[in-house]
């Protein structure tokens, strides 16, 4: 960086939607506050977004502005890139690396670009000494990286993850509640703005699983191959399953885990159920939870906002603050950069508990016939529920709740397999991991 420390930390601000807005606005309403923290002050002199008349609520007064983003890379007199357009793939991925390439510092919210190329993105920040900082990118107003990078640092972690997807949390919260359908909340929650209008990767525990890797990577020092990641979303949670898993003494939550097991990286997005006096299953509506499990430090969970303007405004400007204060720190936390990934182990090569909800017809035999392929694949069943049916002519199934023990995988996927096949069950057995450590 060309400026001297006493001079402004000149910013130049990529993207001007919602966080980008939130950004100016953050700057601007603390700014005394900002410029004590940092020792400095950080002025935003350049910005670029698709559309220069749109009234954001903040003035753009006297900022150069730039058509291209990636002009902002070539400009002498921006210090910091603040990277706000998102997509792992197109602009920002361009945007970031010419501004690293050139030397200069970057600041980015863009959690699918750091799960994607975090291990180039980080060879080439270490080879043109250029930060790159990204508290943003993990559940918005919650200091997940910096608890994870240097809270954490000097301890061995054990396991990483929790709710980071807050519309899931969100849907799955109302579903509980009011006993509504999935697609009847998300329909809903897309009305009141709280999902996107394309919900998928939300939903499909796409965003749940970039955040995953980021953390894992951090956790474990080196970027994670995000392919290797299990994810699963939520659409295929029913009311009825919020409702059997109250019965039984839990709540379904999507889970982001990642831990050092017997096989190597255990990493995964799921649904889990959760039991209902764990802190994790309190934590509910839009809000993320981050879990870390270290040997010396023991368990902790921190809870709050995971998007939004403010809170994610907030972790950006974080960033920026700890550039100006010369605090910075390698992309993964250690030293030296590696592009050597490390990739998640199959998820057959684990263990777990599961619940089972099955259609099944309602006669003499049939959980005998089930029962037989759990002995057969070796998985052992801790409880059955089976609710009043509701049972007519037209409808002659009924719900059938089956609970294992800990069990492989393997067994577990061997079992469903062949479940599925029996003439008496009707639909595709819908199966959810129980997480109770
Ligand atoms: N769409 C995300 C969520 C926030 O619902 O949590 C940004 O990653």
Request: charge should be negative; hydrophobic fraction near 45%.
């Amino acid at each position: 960086m060309s400026a001297s420390t006493s001079s402004p930390l000149r910013l130049g601000i990529a993207g001007l939607g919602t966080v980008g807005a939130g950004v100016i606005k953050l700057l601007e309403t603390n700014k005394d506050l900002i410029t004590a923290r940092a020792g400095r002050a950080l002025q935003v002199v350049a910005v670029s977004a698709r559309n220069r008349t749109q009234d954001r609520g903040v003035s753009l007064e006297g900022l150069r502005w730039y058509d291209n983003a990636i002009d902002l890379a070539a400009d002498p007199e921006v210090d910091v890139v603040v990277e706000l357009i998102g997509g792992a793939e197109g602009p920002a991925r361009a945007l970031v690396e010419a501004a690293l390439a050139a030397g200069k510092a970057v600041v980015t919210a863009n959690k699918a670009l750091i799960a994607l190329h975090g291990a180039a993105l980080a060879q080439s920040s270490a080879a043109n000494t250029a930060p790159l900082l990204y508290e943003a990118a993990v559940a918005g107003g919650i200091p997940a990286i910096k608890t994870v990078r240097e809270g954490l640092a000097a301890d061995r972690l054990l396991r990483i993850g929790g709710i980071l997807n807050g519309t899931c949390n969100y849907i799955l919260t109302v579903m509980r509640e009011t006993g509504k359908d999935f697609a009847t909340v998300l329909a809903d929650a897309q009305k009141l703005g709280y999902a996107e209008a394309d919900p998928s990767t939300d939903i499909d525990g796409w965003d749940a699983a970039h955040k995953l890797a980021i953390l894992a990577g951090l956790a474990f020092g080196r970027p994670v191959a995000f392919e290797s990641v299990h994810v699963e979303g939520i659409r295929h949670i029913g009311a009825a399953d919020l409702d059997f898993a109250r019965k039984l003494g839990y709540r379904i939550k999507l889970l982001g885990l990642a831990r050092m097991g017997d096989a190597g990286l255990e990493a995964r997005v799921t649904p889990c159920l959760v039991p209902e006096d764990a802190p994790i299953a309190q934590v509910d509506g839009v809000f993320n939870a981050v879990v870390a499990e270290g040997a010396f430090a023991g368990r902790l969970m921190i809870e709050g906002r995971g998007a939004g303007e403010g809170p994610t405004a907030t972790a950006v400007t974080a960033d920026l603050i700890d550039i100006a204060r010369g605090n910075t720190i390698p992309v993964w936390g250690v030293q030296s950069a590696t592009t050597e990934v490390l990739r998640a182990c199959p998820l057959s090569a684990g263990k777990g508990a599961f619940y089972l909800r099955l259609r099944v017809e309602d006669r003499p035999g049939v959980i005998a016939d089930i029962t037989a392929v759990l002995r057969d694949c070796g998985v052992s069943l801790r409880s059955m529920l089976q609710p009043t049916p509701v049972r007519n002519e037209t409808a002659p199934h009924v719900p059938l709740i089956l609970v294992t023990h800990q069990t492989s995988e393997a067994a577990m996927q061997d079992a469903v397999a062949r479940i599925d096949t029996l003439s008496v069950v009707a639909d595709t057995p819908v199966v959810i991991r129980i997480e109770t450590d």
